[in-house]
């Protein structure tokens, strides 16, 4: 009977001890190595996909539009020596300072505040605005303008000191006069390729006193429709003022000379 018992209890050992070839163990490893490879075959779909992408931002960058155009008013005479503070300053000779001879600062033109930008603006009608597409000033419109016609007055005004903006030679700044214009409105229509402005230019003494005040109209044909031909329309206008303004100053301050064309 004991033998009966203990081959009993030997099989109900036998029956109960784990077997070790089922152990979850190797298949939680197998688990881990299925994940970890379907990793790694992620990696190099998302490397593919990043390589496709940076690709075509590059050959998007090569096709990308030209430069814009940088347009600039035609020179209407040789600049004055380089000042101090941005400002175009024309040399002054001893002899010129012992003999007095005149002066004229030419300041910085005001316009309409549309005007006061990069792009190349004009006028579509009665109350809206438009530019030229891709077209910019290569500079600040109003400090082309204000060198431009500094060099058109010089033309004008021979045995004159002109500076633009400011003169910083000594001894020439008391007997200074000072011109400053005002162009409002200074509108190019496109669709007429017509600019027309009001030009009012006042005269001063160096010490502020009023010596002449004038006020013309302008209009002028552009030869095209272009951008160029803006700029040179713009150009004949600073011509012509220049041409109208340098005997009043001549005269210093003396009768007004006729109404404007």
């Known amino acids: 009977m004991n033998t009966e018992l203990h ?59 030209p430069s814009a155009t940088l347009l600039v008013l035609p020179s209407l005479g040789a600049p004055g020596a380089a000042g ?15 003999s007095a001879a005149p002066v004229l600062v030419v300041r910085r033109p005001v316009l309409p505040e549309y005007l006061l930008a990069r792009r190349v603006r004009f006028r579509v009608g009665e109350t809206v605005v438009d530019d030229w597409p891709g077209v910019f000033w290569a500079e600040r419109i109003e400090v082309a303008l204000t060198r431009e016609l500094t060099a058109a007055l010089r033309a004008q005004l021979p045995g004159w000191t002109l500076c633009e903006g400011e003169c910083t030679a000594g001894g020439v700044e008391p007997r200074a006069q000072t011109l400053r214009l005002e162009f409002a409105p200074l509108d190019y229509r496109r669709d007429r390729r017509e600019l027309f402005t009001e030009v009012r230019a006042v005269l001063q003494d160096a010490n502020g006193t009023l010596r002449q005040r004038t006020e013309r109209r302008y209009t002028l044909q552009a030869s095209a429709d272009t951008p160029q031909a803006h700029a040179a329309v ?3 206008l600073l011509r012509r003022v220049a041409g109208d303004v340098a005997p009043v100053v001549a005269a210093g301050g003396g009768t007004p000379v006729a109404a404007g064309r």
Do not use: I
């Not at 209890?9 to 077997?19: I, L």
């Not at 075959?41 to 960058?61: K, N, Y």
């Not at 101090?84 to 012992?98: L, M, Y």
């Open 7 to 65: 081959a009993q209890s030997h099989d109900a050992v036998s029956r109960e001890a784990p077997n070790p070839s089922a152990s979850p163990c190797p298949q939680s490893g197998r688990g881990a190595r299925a994940r970890v490879e379907a990793r790694q075959t992620r990696w190099p779909s998302m490397a593919a996909t990043a390589a496709l992408l940076l690709s075509g931002l590059l050959a998007g960058c090569a096709s990308a539009p």
């Open 84 to 98: 101090t503070a941005g400002a175009s300053v024309a040399a002054v000779p001893p002899d010129a300072a012992a």
């Open 234 to 236: 713009l150009g004949e």
